[in-house]
């Protein structure tokens, strides 16, 4: 059972398309982070949050941790083949666990 | 800074012999951590260490696999002997304070 829990596992849209993927848990976390991933790479790291409702943006992408610190999301707006990857979420304790990924195809 | 360093980045090996991995953190992180990535059970945490003491190596599979971090720019993973189910990408990452940063990882395949 993953502590943190991504949805959707898989998801396939067309350029220009927005998206949201979820990351989920019932414990709390210190922090969260999202990476990405890349075919033959590490995981690279996008983002941190830490304050609960915390919401930062990097370009076309949101990131939201939730008010409980709990959960996050993260949305893409008009998704670029750039983007296609491996979305992991990462919560930390004093060790940090990582949730299965969202694995993203943006079509041409 | 030339980031998590991991060495080899590729190995291939028969099944019964021993491999040793190696990460070099980043400079003046105090903790590291050791990954398995495979498709069917995604990023595993194997242990980490903090001031390079192990902390927690309960991902640890079993008593094939063991870890050591001498001093705070070195550590290995070693698996003896390996077997097929192995086969897999062991990554390392290095962490300070909540930023954590990723190696490119060793694919490693038992045969």
């Known amino acids: 059972t993953q502590l943190l829990e991504q949805s959707p596992q898989f998801l396939s849209i067309q350029e220009g398309e927005n998206l949201t993927v979820y990351c989920n848990s019932s414990?709390?976390?210190?922090?969260l982070q999202w990476y990405r991933q890349e075919p033959g790479e590490g995981p690279v790291l996008l983002v941190t949050v830490v304050t609960g409702g915390e919401v930062k943006k990097l370009k076309r992408l949101t990131f939201q941790f939730g008010d409980a610190r709990k959960d996050s999301s993260l949305h893409i707006t008009a998704a670029q083949p750039g983007d296609t990857g491996l979305y992991l979420c990462a919560g930390a304790h004093d060790d940090m666990r990582f949730g299965a990924g969202t694995r993203l195809t943006v079509k041409p | 800074d030339a980031g998590v360093i991991q060495s080899p980045r590729h190995e291939v090996t028969e099944m019964g012999q021993e491999v040793t991995l190696r990460c070099k953190p980043i400079?003046?992180?105090?903790?590291l951590f050791w990954y398995r990535q495979t498709m069917m059970r995604g990023l595993e945490l194997l242990i980490y260490?903090?001031?390079?003491?192990?902390?927690?190596d309960s991902g640890m599979p079993e008593d094939r696999f063991s870890a050591k971090m001498p001093n705070a720019s070195f550590s290995t993973l070693k698996i003896q002997p390996s077997e097929p189910r192995d086969s897999a990408v062991y990554f390392c990452a290095s962490r300070t304070w909540v930023t954590q940063y990723f190696g490119p990882g060793t694919r490693l395949t038992v045969l």
């Open positions: 260490f903090n001031n390079n003491v192990p902390i927690d």
């Open positions: 414990s709390v976390f210190s922090s």
């Open positions: 400079s003046g992180h105090n903790s």
